[in-house]
Structure formats: structure tokens, C-alpha cells
């Protein structure tokens, strides 16, 4: 059974950072394009950012891009999510996702494999 774990989440001040990190077991990462997504409160499920299968393109939803920076650590089968100047509206459940094997991080697409999410909550 693939577990994807997410960790880093927390309670953080407007302007502050975070790092969630997000480790799997039965699966290797270097095999799949990895991504983050996020669900805010009474709100859907969106993606904010992709890595891609081997040569690492990535993709970022246009609310997070010059703040968030996604990276992926495959001899630590680890993946990463950098938050920056962190906004209120950024407040929302955070899931680790497997999104595709071998996947080109092209759009946000239903994943493959889930993780259980980490919350984060920004104080204004």
C-alpha cells in the first residue's frame, strides 16, 4: 500500500515561511511526477505545484508562483514544498500527491496517490 506523509505543517504569522515535506514508502518518487495540492476551508480541492518525472519541470498555480517553490529530494525519496511570504488565503489542508508515473507536469490532474494532508493556517 503507497503511503505519501506530509509534515511541516503549522500555525504561521502573514509574511512568514513554511516547508512541508512529504515522504513516501512503497513508492519511489523518481518514478512519478510529484505535486502538492490544497484544499481551503469550505472551499475544492486545487493543485498549487508540480514536479515532473526525471528532468524536473515545474508548474505552479498563478496564486502561488514567485512565493512557493516545489523540489523533490529522490535519495531521500522526500518531497518538498518551500512557502514564502505566506498570505492568509493561503490557509487550507495541504496534500502531498504521486500525481502520474513518469508524468510531465503539463496540468493539474487527478492524482494517482494521496497523502492524509497537513494544515496550515495564516494569521493576518
Known amino acids: 500500500q503507497v503511503q505519501l506523509v506530509e509534515s511541516g505543517g503549522g500555525l504561521v504569522q502573514a509574511g512568514g515561511s513554511l516547508r512541508l515535506s512529504c515522504t513516501a514508502s512503497?513508492?519511489?518518487?523518481?518514478?512519478?511526477?510529484m505535486g502538492w495540492f490544497r484544499q481551503p476551508p469550505e472551499k475544492e480541492r486545487e493543485g498549487v505545484s508540480c514536479?515532473?518525472?526525471?528532468?524536473?519541470?515545474?508548474l505552479y498555480a498563478d496564486s502561488v508562483k514567485g512565493r512557493f517553490t516545489i523540489s523533490r529530494d529522490n535519495a531521500k525519496n522526500t518531497l518538498y514544498l518551500q512557502m514564502n511570504s505566506l498570505k492568509p488565503e493561503d490557509t487550507a489542508m495541504y496534500y502531498c500527491?504521486?500525481?502520474?508515473?513518469?508524468?510531465?507536469?503539463?496540468?493539474?490532474?487527478?492524482?494517482?496517490?494521496w497523502g492524509r494532508g497537513t494544515q496550515v493556517t495564516v494569521s493576518s
Open positions: 500527491a504521486a500525481v502520474n508515473r513518469h508524468g510531465a507536469c503539463t496540468r493539474f490532474i487527478d492524482p494517482d496517490y
Open positions: 512503497t513508492l519511489t518518487i523518481d518514478n512519478y511526477a
Open positions: 514536479i515532473s518525472w526525471r528532468i524536473g519541470n515545474t
